[in-house]
């Protein structure tokens, strides 16, 4: 990697870093109850911040890449699975911080940003495959950031869902609790210290109605950019990859993926599809396009050592 991309990158983790601090702090604090009340309230403190960190983090990936290189096509394109999940989460997060405009997402930003702030780091260690000979194909680039806008969009929808997953049993918890419950004897004061602090967490965030509105709108958009990548990829593969397409591993997990978002979207449409079906579709979408790309990269550049 290059100096540039490292000098971004670091700056795009400290940003990331004091925006954490401060969403935490922004999410504990004593007046959350009363913003409850108003949920089109303004972004916390740490909003700008993040906006920062986003445009640095953005930067980073480029110079990463070999983007930002001249000419326009660069003669050193690198691309892996650590670039693929730091691009990942860099679209998931600045989707998320749109949503914070509408809803007060301070906890919910406070969960996601750490994971994004360690992505942003990865390209240091894993900078990928050279791709530098699919360069010059008039379709490829346009493909590859497509299918980064879908990871990113999906990925932010299967957090969203295990989130809603925690929130729902928790409430469920206190729904059927007898008042008169006494902690076990084999509690530990930490362990019941840190299932006090998880569960405050919880109630700090947004109503599940809001969070299910922002799932389905997560998964619509992912499903919209996970329908052009697999057009491009397989109507036009010859273009794309100056290949015939072929049905292999990545074309089916792909493709398996369009089908359970696409099932999900339309039941949700037909027959108003929600609740833990809803969320354990959701997280199985993902797996699949997990599967598909960074899974398989993984395997060849970090266990086989093979571009």
């Keep these: 990697m290059s100096i540039l991309a490292a000098c971004f ?9 004091v925006a954490t601090r401060l969403a935490w ?6 007046v959350e109850a009363a913003l409850e009340a108003r949920p089109e309230s303004r972004p916390g403190p740490w909003f700008r911040l993040i906006l920062a960190g986003l445009l ?3 930067l980073s990936l480029l110079a990463a890449m070999g983007l930002l290189e001249f000419p326009a096509i660069p003669n050193d394109l690198h691309f892996g699975f650590a670039t693929a999940l730091s691009a990942t989460f860099l679209v998931g997060m600045t989707l998320l911080c749109f949503q914070a405009l509408r809803s007060r997402l301070d906890a919910l930003v406070a969960v996601i940003l750490p994971v994004t702030a360690v992505m942003a ?6 900078p990928g495959s050279d791709l530098s000979a699919y360069a010059s194909k008039p379709l490829f680039l346009p493909h590859l950031m497509v299918g980064t806008m879908a990871y990113g969009v999906l990925l932010l929808a299967a957090m969203h869902a295990l989130l809603m997953l925690a929130a729902e049993a928790h409430l469920h918890q206190w729904d059927v609790a ?19 602090l998880f569960s405050r967490w919880l109630d700090r965030l947004p109503p599940l109605l809001v969070m299910e509105r922002i799932l389905f709108q997560f998964i619509f958009v992912g499903f919209v950019f996970l329908s052009l990548t697999a057009l491009s990829g397989v109507v036009f593969a010859e273009q794309v990859f100056g ?4 049905l292999d591993h990545k ?3 792909t493709l398996l993926s369009w089908a359970i978002f696409g099932a999900l979207l339309f039941g949700r449409w037909r027959w108003g599809w929600r609740g833990r079906t809803a969320l354990r579709v959701t997280v199985a979408g993902f797996a699949m396009l997990l599967l598909a790309y960074v899974g398989s990269r ?8 093979r571009a």
């Design 9 to 17: 990158t670091f700056a795009a983790f400290g940003l990331y870093v």
């Design 25 to 30: 702090r922004s999410a504990a604090s004593e």
């Design 56 to 58: 640095a983090h953005s």
């Design 121 to 126: 780091l990865l390209p240091l260690f894993f």
């Design 178 to 196: 007898p008042e008169n419950t006494s902690p076990s004897a084999g509690t530990s004061r930490e362990s019941r210290a840190m299932r006090h």
């Design 243 to 246: 290949k015939a397409p072929k």
């Design 251 to 253: 074309t089916v997990f």
């Design 298 to 305: 993984f395997v060849l550049e970090v266990v086989l050592q």
